[in-house]
């Protein structure tokens, strides 16, 4: 880039977007996914999810591996320094956004992004509202980026859940009584957001609203360094799936019994829940995704009108070969197209 330089660097939940005094714009953000790197030319990488040995230093400028994009920054006194952004697993993205400093997290991508649950976390009343609205599964609402929340990722999610349900166990266990007891099993990833959100369930859903921020908290105070999480989380136990070979997975609850931990898809990730404390309660599907039904076709003597009124093309003649539909084309960076 020319003209320009870079004044500062903001993160907004998984994008980190740089801000440039340049003559106009568009502004370059940077979707890192989940192995989007960024390196300096001469400064050891970071340690997060990147070993030092693998940093490239100055050996090969720009990196040879996965390197997407290089930008030479030049100081007041005239030094230069060089910033890669590289992505093995072609999960990140960069887009330039055509709009002023001051706009750029009013618009899309980042205008887009629901609140963050570290800086911004919404009330419980508001977010029982969002929840209110959403027929999808809890964990799926959770993971959407542009839904209620920003910035949690998968484990977390399923930490979330299941500190819920436990937290609630170990407290009210007895104070509750079957108010409780009834109310346990709603912490399941493939619960219907709206289910939660019902006013019968504001127990659950505080629980929900406070394990959110706790277990938010708790990652980013140790740096999302996994040896240093709780002894207690869900996450010391759920890797190894399918690694087993059918050896049970045990997991101690706070009253001292043992349950057994299994996986499942949802909202198209691996989930993790405590079977014996995650179950669906039997009226979950009142509130499920329901599809919507295929449009009924015309009969053959019809020729339904398209919608400006004038009438469709007649039905191909018996025998003949139907043409093909085109499709639009899109349009992919050579950067992120496999096998280059």
């Given amino acids: 880039m020319s003209d320009g330089s870079a004044r500062t660097s903001t993160k907004a939940a998984k994008h980190i977007f740089l801000k440039l005094v340049l003559d ?34 100055d050996s090969a400028w720009p990196p040879e ?16 320094g060089e910033w890669a952004f590289c992505d093995p697993r072609r999960l990140g993205r960069i887009k330039l956004v055509d709009a002023d400093e001051s706009d750029l997290l009013k618009v899309p991508p980042l205008g887009d992004l629901g609140a963050d649950p570290l800086l911004d976390m919404p009330s419980v009343e508001v977010l029982a509202a969002a929840f209110a609205a959403r027929s999808a599964p809890i964990k799926a609402v959770l993971l959407d980026q542009n839904g209620p929340l920003a910035g949690i990722g998968n484990y977390m999610v399923d930490e979330i859940l299941f500190q819920a349900r436990i937290v609630r166990l170990a407290r009210d266990l007895f104070a509750e009584g079957d108010r409780l007891l009834n109310s346990s099993h709603l912490q399941h990833p493939s619960l219907p957001a709206a289910y939660l959100a019902q006013p019968s369930k504001d127990m659950m859903m505080a629980a929900v609203h406070n394990q ?31 690694k087993r070979k059918g050896k049970e997975v045990l997991f101690s609850l706070p009253d001292g019994t043992s349950s057994t931990i299994s996986h499942l898809t949802v909202g198209g990730r691996t989930s993790a829940i405590v079977d014996s404390v995650q179950v669906l309660p039997a009226d979950h ?41 085109s499709r639009a084309a899109v349009t992919v960076s050579p950067h992120f197209k496999r096998g280059q």
């Fill in 65 to 80: 591996k996965y390197c997407k994009l290089a930008i030479t920054f030049e100081s007041g006194d005239g030094s230069i």
């Fill in 24 to 57: 106009s714009p568009p502004h370059p953000i940077f979707h890192f996914g989940m192995s989007g790197m960024a390196h300096v030319r001469g400064q050891a990488s970071p340690v997060y999810r990147v070993p030092r040995a693998k940093s490239p230093g």
């Fill in 212 to 242: 959110i921020r706790a277990v938010t908290l708790a990652a980013v105070a140790v740096d999302a360094d996994a040896e240093r999480f709780p002894d207690d989380w869900l996450f010391k136990f759920r890797w190894g799936k399918g």
């Fill in 285 to 325: 599907r009142d509130f499920a995704v329901r599809k919507k039904r295929k449009a009924v076709p015309a009969a053959s003597d019809e020729v339904p009108n398209r919608p400006d009124g004038a009438p469709s093309s007649p039905p191909a003649e018996a025998g003949s070969t139907p043409k093909k539909r």
